[in-house]
């Protein structure tokens, strides 16, 4: 009898523990599923790439897709760090956007995803700035002087970007890392650092609170190409880009709608997204007014060649563990590598 109950406890408790694994499954976006058909998508967004709440806020692309019978939810991330770890986790997303050196960092740490389109962006907004009175007056004068950098960003590669078309090399300065929030504080106050490399809205925002120069920015460093040198990338799941890449397809569709809507309307755009992140309208307009063509591309050659060359500095840098391919083809939608 002892026997038989014990067999009895231990079949309830693993009828309970299977049940709550289930549950779990469940809650993942992509095993909400009906028979092989998808019925809810989750879609991470962040204040740093913009685009993507403007899809949000317009509501069109929730539309669309219930008109295919899946619900949407939306996801607030505070760095593409983060929303990388939840792609394809439980209770996770589905499809998000972010920089390219998280896209680096997650592919060198073996995260499954899909880049499946990349986003022409910001040409000026990426800078090195100085204080107004600083004696510093170009990149070659960082000779020695500590910069903040925020370490494994789009940033600390446009200052090591800077440094060598300057003919410097990264050990020639005093790079000091340090999160946005904290250098702006410290930016106002003076003292603590000589330059900082940062990005919209960060640097509209120090532009308005504090007497500034730009020594260098992206559009000065990379030229015509500065809007894809530092450009966001969408990315999805492995199991949404192969099972409803259709889905994907109009997504992008809404994404490349958005970013033509904000161009020519970057007074409207502001306004939306000031609202939406509870932000100074007079900054976000700044962004918008210098945040590029906003157009979406797709994977190719050129544009993996530039995202294999940040991913190589950062290795150099030894800010990455190791190196990545950036053309395999498992992550990169469409792409063929010819």
Same mark, same amino acid.
């Given at each position: 009898?002892?026997?038989? $109950?014990? +067999?009895?406890?231990?079949?309830?408790?693993?009828?309970?523990?299977? &049940?709550?694994?289930?549950?779990?499954?469940?809650?993942?976006? /992509?095993?909400?599923?009906?028979?092989?058909?998808?019925?809810?998508?989750?879609?991470?967004?962040?204040?740093?790439?913009?685009?993507?709440?403007?899809?949000? #806020?317009?509501?069109?692309?929730?539309?669309?897709?219930? @008109?295919?019978? *899946?619900?949407?939810?939306?996801?607030?991330?505070?760095?593409?760090?983060?929303?990388?770890? &939840?792609?394809?986790? =439980?209770?996770?997303?589905?499809?998000?956007?972010?920089?390219?050196?998280?896209?680096?960092?997650? /592919?060198?740490?073996?995260?499954?995803?899909?880049?499946?389109?990349? /986003?022409?962006?910001?040409?000026?907004?990426?800078?090195?700035?100085?204080?107004?009175?600083?004696?510093? %007056?170009?990149?070659?004068?960082?000779?020695?002087?500590?910069?903040?950098?925020?370490?494994?960003?789009? /940033?600390?590669?446009?200052?090591?970007?800077?440094?060598?078309?300057?003919?410097?090399?990264?050990?020639?300065?005093?790079?000091?890392?340090?999160?946005?929030?904290?250098?702006?504080?410290?930016?106002? @106050?003076?003292?603590?650092?000589?330059?900082?490399?940062?990005?919209?809205? *960060?640097?509209?925002?120090?532009?308005?609170?504090?007497?500034?120069?730009?020594?260098?920015?992206?559009?000065?460093?990379?030229?015509? #190409?500065?809007?894809?040198?530092?450009?966001?990338?969408?990315?999805?799941?492995?199991?949404? +880009?192969?099972?409803?890449?259709?889905?994907?397809? *109009?997504?992008?569709?809404?994404?490349?709608?958005?970013?033509?809507?904000?161009?020519?309307?970057? #007074?409207? =755009?502001? @306004?939306?997204?000031? %609202?939406?992140? !509870?932000?100074?309208?007079?900054?976000?307009?700044?962004?918008?007014? $210098?945040?590029?063509?906003?157009?979406?591309?797709?994977?190719?050659?050129?544009?993996?060649?530039?995202?294999?060359?940040?991913?190589?500095?950062?290795?150099?840098?030894?800010?990455?563990?190791?190196?990545?391919?950036?053309?395999?083809? =498992?992550? !990169?939608?469409?792409? %063929?590598?010819?």
């Amino acid at each position: 009898m002892k026997k038989f $109950r014990f +067999v009895s406890i231990v079949s309830i408790l693993m009828a309970f523990i299977l &049940a709550l694994a289930g549950c779990g499954a469940q809650g993942q976006s /992509q095993s909400s599923k009906n028979n092989g058909k998808l019925t809810h998508l989750s879609i991470g967004y962040q204040q740093g790439v913009p685009l993507l709440t403007t899809v949000k #806020e317009q509501g069109k692309l929730a539309e669309r897709l219930k @008109k295919k019978g *899946i619900s949407l939810s939306w996801h607030q991330f505070s760095s593409t760090t983060d929303m990388m770890n &939840a792609v394809g986790v =439980s209770n996770g997303i589905d499809f998000g956007g972010g920089g390219a050196t998280a896209n680096i960092f997650a /592919q060198a740490s073996g995260k499954k995803f899909v880049k499946v389109a990349a /986003q022409d962006w910001i040409s000026h907004g990426s800078a090195i700035l100085v204080r107004a009175n600083s004696s510093i %007056k170009s990149v070659a004068d960082l000779k020695g002087k500590t910069v903040a950098v925020t370490k494994g960003s789009a /940033q600390q590669y446009l200052l090591v970007s800077a440094l060598k078309q300057a003919g410097m090399k990264y050990s020639d300065i005093k790079p000091l890392y340090i999160q946005p929030s904290e250098a702006l504080a410290a930016f106002k @106050k003076g003292g603590q650092f000589d330059a900082w490399a940062i990005w919209d809205p *960060i640097t509209a925002q120090a532009q308005a609170s504090t007497k500034t120069r730009v020594i260098a920015d992206n559009g000065s460093v990379f030229g015509k #190409e500065a809007g894809l040198q530092t450009a966001p990338y969408y990315f999805a799941t492995p199991s949404l +880009v192969k099972n409803h890449p259709d889905v994907v397809k *109009i997504i992008l569709d809404e994404l490349s709608k958005a970013g033509k809507w904000a161009k020519k309307n970057p #007074e409207a =755009s502001a @306004k939306l997204l000031s %609202k939406a992140y !509870n932000s100074d309208y007079k900054i976000m307009l700044t962004e918008e007014e $210098r945040a590029g063509s906003r157009k979406i591309v797709p994977i190719t050659h050129d544009l993996l060649s530039m995202f294999q060359t940040q991913a190589n500095t950062f290795y150099d840098l030894k800010v990455v563990p190791k190196k990545i391919d950036a053309y395999d083809k =498992s992550y !990169n939608w469409n792409f %063929k590598n010819n």
